[in-house]
């Protein structure tokens, strides 16, 4: 067995996903102890950091045997051979929107993987984001039809997707591959206060095989794995990374940002995400990236950014604050009412049985774990990595 | 005129440690190089005819290039047949 620091698989993972940032630190070489290798190998899989481990490997951070390093990379073989399928998925997908003559930007995965990190095999990725107008929403979702994909959860009621909704999932009748459909970034206000169209005007593209495909601009990738690592349940490493990597490595128009996020009241997103990279990773941030800390975050963005976040998240906080800001009474009844009285396709694919009691009790239920939390705090859910 | 071998363009690849993962799009199967395929794909970065690759294959692997030659050429007939890899006439 090599030598190094025994390290258990929660802070191994970290470290490899720290690996090779330019401002990062210079770990020491690490050995995972032997009950806790196979947790490991599972962890930085499903983080989709093989690429990351095997480059810390190779660069001395996590030596191995040659029994580890061959499963290492097995699990590493394995993850490149899926990306490529979602890649040739893409092209597909790429011809047919084209065909519908459906404008859309290629959100996170591929993108990063091809432009933020030296060589794409750092970035894993397990399926497709995309990012449509509203207007064409629902035409895409027939397209995602037409290649085989279905639909996982129906729109809770008509017309709910192109007005409250974030992204549909898409899943494929034979390999599962999934595709997330998205009209915006996130769910819940941040979703409903940015101006996806505004990214999409912007697009540019990236080199796939022979095909240039749309991707969102260096500026407005650096909001995508910002907002995604900021707001996205559970946190994981891979996007914490993805947030050094992308400003430390791309051309972002600070200026731009600046202004998205005083227009689009995502200051203190920003400035959580790069803090939260900052502390997991263990590295520096670009100094531009300051300005966000330096930024006097509105009330209610540190309002809504709580209710993503640990104890609130599960009890209904994205909801609630997603009523907040949705203007217009007549509109706050429109969600309210889809929200608690969904169409019999939603309630079928949402939950094994049909059960528009179980429904209605959710908000009472969100109220009792509410109350216990504030009785036994030490049981919230607290923002840590994922699996923590 | 002698032959001048390039990777095909709409190949979509991935380094996956020593090894290369490869496929066409459309064509369904992935394919792993590994071991001196791997390292042929490496050196195919940028179009190579066949006595560079030969060379650069016998250097990198410190034997001689007569001894290594056929291996190279049935190394990219392979991959040539896998349509990975284009065969020009410069």
Not at chain 1, 2 to 24: C, H, M, S
Not at chain 1, 162 to 185: C, N, P, Q, V, W
Request: net charge neutral; proline share 6%.
């Amino acid at each position: 067995m090599p030598d190094g620091r025994p390290v258990g698989f929660r802070e191994a993972a970290r470290i490899v996903a720290g690996f090779g940032l330019p401002a990062g630190p210079d770990p020491e070489p690490m050995v995972v102890a032997e009950n806790e290798w196979q947790t490991f190998v599972a962890r930085v899989w499903g983080e989709k950091l093989t690429g990351l481990a095997i480059a810390a490997s190779h660069g001395g951070v996590l030596p191995l045997s040659d029994e580890r390093a061959e499963t290492l990379l097995e699990r590493h073989r394995r993850a490149m051979a899926w990306c490529l399928r979602v890649e040739e998925r893409l092209l597909t997908l790429d011809d047919r929107f084209s065909d519908a003559g459906i404008e859309y930007a290629v959100l996170k995965g591929p993108t990063i993987a091809h432009t933020a990190y030296p060589d794409p095999s750092l970035r894993g990725f397990g399926d497709l984001d995309v990012l449509v107008r509203g207007r064409d929403f629902k035409a895409a979702c027939s397209t995602l039809r037409q290649m085989g994909f279905g639909r996982i959860v129906p729109e809770p009621r008509r017309g709910f997707d192109e007005r409250f909704g974030k992204a549909a999932t898409h899943r494929h009748d034979g390999d599962s591959m999934e595709i997330d459909l998205h009209r915006t970034l996130v769910l819940g206000p941040f979703g409903l206060w940015i101006k996806p169209e505004v990214l999409l005007d912007r697009a540019v593209p990236f080199g796939l095989g022979d095909r240039q495909i749309p991707r969102l601009d260096d500026t407005g990738m650096l909001l995508n794995v910002a907002m995604h690592a900021s707001l996205g349940w559970p946190p994981g490493l891979a996007p914490l990374r993805d947030v050094l990597q992308v400003s430390s490595a791309m051309a972002v128009d600070w200026a731009v940002l600046r202004s998205w996020a005083e227009a689009w009241r995502l200051s203190a997103v920003l400035h959580h995400a790069f803090a939260t990279a900052e502390s997991v990773l263990g590295a520096k941030a670009t100094v531009d990236s300051r300005i966000f800390s330096d930024s006097r975050h509105r009330r209610s963005e540190s309002r809504a950014l709580r209710t993503y976040l640990g104890e609130r998240h599960a009890v209904g906080g994205t909801a609630l604050s997603t009523l907040r800001a949705i203007p217009g009474l007549r509109d706050k009844a429109a969600y309210m009412e889809a929200l608690a009285f969904p169409q019999q396709e939603f309630m079928r694919g949402r939950y094994s049985k049909r059960s528009y009691g179980r429904r209605l009790l959710t908000p009472a239920r969100w109220g009792l774990q509410r109350l216990l939390d504030r009785r036994h705090p030490q049981q919230q859910v607290r923002f840590t990595p994922r699996g923590d | 005129m002698s032959a001048v071998y390039g990777r095909a363009d709409q190949v979509l690849h991935r380094n996956a440690g020593p090894d290369v993962v490869a496929m066409l799009p459309g064509e369904g199967d992935v394919h792993l190089l590994s071991g001196p395929a791997a390292v042929v794909w490496e050196l195919l970065s940028e179009e190579a005819a066949l006595d560079g690759l030969i060379h650069a294959m016998a250097d990198l692997y410190d034997r001689p290039a007569e001894e290594i030659a056929a291996s190279v050429e049935t190394c990219l007939n392979d991959l040539a047949s896998r349509r990975l890899v284009e065969m020009h006439r410069a």
